[in-house]
């Protein structure tokens, strides 16, 4: 993959050869985040997107604490899904006022620690009104709250969709004037609307489309809100590409659709900040998950490279994380780069056959020591994978 260079033999991470950083993080599997790639990546949105507009990191995407760390230092704010990310993300520094919580089923003493660190509640139910109601007369601290919408329309093309027909997030739009004036009567302090349509989308004309829509429903609603709308979180979904033939998401017509939005806005609701989150987008491709060939046979004619690590932590590369049929992800063999090629098949330890790292794929001829590196790694990694499956060893996580 291009992001990252090559010298010799050897990949390099953020200018490192894989071997010396191998060797200094000392032992394998591990996940390597390249800290200049994220740097890259948040420059090139900044530039692409309208100067003003409030960039946001959803951490459940590398909830790495030195990941969110870099990331609060760059970006306007960290979105958390529980009181666990909520712990991570103020430890890492973030701005208590810039972090917001979504999630469903947020339990009673997560909303309390939420009301208690200041942050702004994406609420999705109209039970966890009653529960912030208490939670700020104990605290005798204001609840932030702003409401999250289940849109009447769904983010056309994405690998997951989460907004559009019945859901399990937010609250439908057509429930919302009920729940705004329960908020109102509850005496809440209303900051803005949260609507998040779909995950993983390469497509900008679709990406465009839902967030135009998503900003014409907040405008309709924002006649009925108790206080005026401050944040106007219009999701993001932006996808990266995993696959041959998939292409990188062209920034350009979304940042002029965002700033037609944002221009809009300063007119019609002129105290609301536009914000979108991304995760994957922001650190997918700067991460990349190495584990070592342990054995290298050959079964009826197919090789195999058996490596010590596989879907335990990386349950994605295996195609069991959302994927309807499974593809390689780009993969190598980072200490023998440039070398003859050879067609393999790359599988984790697991006695399950779903352990598949690489799928039939022509990669650098390996031997046992050598290194596979599984590209596009750097979001819904580790903290997406069912580590104890079988007993093998924690993944190490490094940011170099
Ligand atoms: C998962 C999630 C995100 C991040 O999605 P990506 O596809 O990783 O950008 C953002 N917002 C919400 C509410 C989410 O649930």
Redesign the pocket.
């Known amino acids: 993959m291009d992001q990252f260079a090559v010298a010799g033999s050897e990949l390099l991470i953020n200018g490192q050869p894989l071997s010396r950083i191998a060797a200094r993080v000392g032992s394998t599997p591990f996940y390597a985040v390249d800290r200049s790639l994220l740097d890259r990546r948040v420059a090139e949105l900044r530039a692409a997107l309208p100067q003003g507009l409030k960039l946001h990191y959803?951490m459940?995407?590398n909830p790495m604490p030195a990941v969110v760390a870099h990331m609060a230092r760059l970006l306007d704010g960290i979105?958390v899904?529980s009181a666990g990310e909520l712990k991570v993300a103020l430890d890492a520094g973030a701005d208590p006022h810039e972090v917001s919580f979504?999630g469903p089923g947020k339990r009673d003493p997560e909303l309390l620690q939420a009301v208690a660190a200041g942050v702004l509640v994406n609420v999705e139910s109209a039970r966890e009104l009653a529960v912030l109601q208490r939670a700020a007369e104990q605290l005798g601290l204001p609840a932030r709250v702003a409401l999250r919408v289940n849109p009447d329309f769904e983010l056309k093309g994405s690998g997951m969709k989460?907004g559009g027909g019945p859901k399990q997030f937010g609250v439908d739009v057509e429930q919302v004037p009920a729940v705004l004036d329960e908020m109102r009567a509850r005496g809440l302090q209303f900051e803005g609307f949260h609507l998040?349509a779909g995950?993983?989308n390469l497509k900008p004309e679709s990406i465009c489309e839902a967030q135009q829509k998503s900003y014409e429903l907040a405008l309709r609603l924002s006649a009925q809100t108790p206080q005026p709308i401050r944040f106007l979180n219009l999701?993001?979904?932006?996808g990266i590409p995993y696959f041959p033939g998939e292409q990188r998401l062209d920034l350009g017509p979304i940042g002029a659709n965002l700033a037609a939005l944002q221009e809009r806005a300063r007119r019609e609701l002129p105290e609301a900040e536009l914000v979108i989150?991304?995760?994957?987008?922001l650190v997918g491709e700067a991460g990349v998950y190495v584990t070592r060939v342990v054995d290298k046979k050959v079964s009826r004619g197919q090789t195999y490279l058996v490596c010590d690590g596989g879907l335990n932590h990386h349950l994605s590369v295996s195609g069991n994380f959302g994927q309807v049929i499974r593809k390689n992800y780009p993969v190598t063999i980072g200490n023998r780069q440039g070398g003859p090629a050879e067609l393999v098949s790359a599988v984790g330890p697991l006695c399950t056959p779903l352990d598949l790292l690489a799928d039939k794929m022509a990669l650098p001829q390996a031997e046992i020591g050598d290194l596979v590196v599984i590209f596009q790694s750097g979001?819904y990694g580790a903290s997406a994978s069912p580590a104890a499956f079988l007993g093998h060893p924690a993944v190490t996580e490094v940011l170099v």
């Open positions: 959803a459940k995407a979105d899904a979504a989460m998040f995950s993983q999701g993001g979904g932006f989150e991304l995760g994957r987008y979001a």
